[in-house]
Antibody
Framework: EVQLLESGGGLVQPGGSLRLSCAAS????????MGWVRQAPGQGLEWVSG????????YYAESVKGRFTISRDISKSTLYLQMNSLRAEDTAVYYC????????????WGQGTLVTVSS | DIQMTQSPSTLSASVGDRVTITCRAS??????LAWYQQKPGKAPNLLIY???SLESGVPSRFSGSGSGTEFTLTISSLQPDDFATYYC???????FGQGTKLEIK
């Protein structure tokens, strides 16, 4: 059974950093693309970042480019999102999601982790 | 960037009704479109991919159609469990529609 479990969210001040983790099980992380999608309170879904199945290619939304970094550790079957220079508008629930390809639909989602950027 | 315009933003309907939600892309995305259902406090759940392919385990009352720039999600006979918010997702370059909240009339 595919499971995705995010962690690492919390309250952080503007300008601060946070690293989100997504523990994956039930499938080989090395064989699938993964992504992060966020949802601000009461708002819709926004794609944030993706990583190819090989891990060689990473992709970012313009709103986070240069501030966020996606990575993965195959040995730990874990996906990461390093978030730096956080802004109030980054406040959201962050979901990790599994995909069949770098630009593909998401067939499994984690339960999400809340990031709040506030002083 | 490819923009996705979803309509309506809110839809009131009754159990047993047939409902349709529309998503329009600002340029052609072939059939690289998915539909998700999201309930409050929960992660989205995949319903349809490649515009019209039903995800395994999803009830057959859900169907998708369209290609190019115009797409629809149809629920043939609403069930109580279907009242939720629905999002389209073009995965050519990754953009979501703004969502349609399906409410009980």
């Amino acid at each position: 059974e595919v499971q995705l479990l995010e962690s690492g969210g919390g309250l952080v001040q503007p300008g601060g950093s946070l690293r989100l983790s997504c523990a994956a099980s039930g499938f080989p992380l090395r064989s699938y693309a993964m992504g992060w999608v966020r949802q601000a309170p009461g708002q819709g879904l926004e794609w944030v970042s993706g990583i190819s199945g090989s891990g060689a290619n990473t992709y970012y939304a313009e709103s986070v480019k240069g501030r966020f970094t996606i990575s993965r550790d195959i040995s730990k079957s874990t996906l990461y999102l390093q978030m730096n220079s956080l802004r109030a508008e980054d406040t959201a629930v962050y979901y990790c999601a599994k995909s069949l390809s770098s630009y593909g639909y998401f067939d499994y989602w984690g339960q999400g982790t809340l990031v709040t950027v506030s002083s | 960037d490819i923009q996705m315009t979803q309509s309506p933003s809110t839809l009131s309907a009754s159990v047993g009704d047939r409902v349709t939600i529309t998503c329009r892309a600002s340029q052609s995305i072939n059939n690289w479109l998915a539909w998700y259902q999201q309930k409050p406090g929960k992660a989205p759940n995949l319903l349809i991919y490649k515009a019209s392919s039903l995800e395994s385990g999803v009830p057959s009352r859900f169907s998708g159609s369209g290609s190019g720039t115009e797409f629809t999600l149809t629920i043939s006979s609403l069930q109580p469990d279907d009242f939720a918010t629905y999002y389209c997702h073009q995965y050519n370059t990754n953009t979501f529609g703004q969502g349609t909240k399906l409410e009980i009339k």
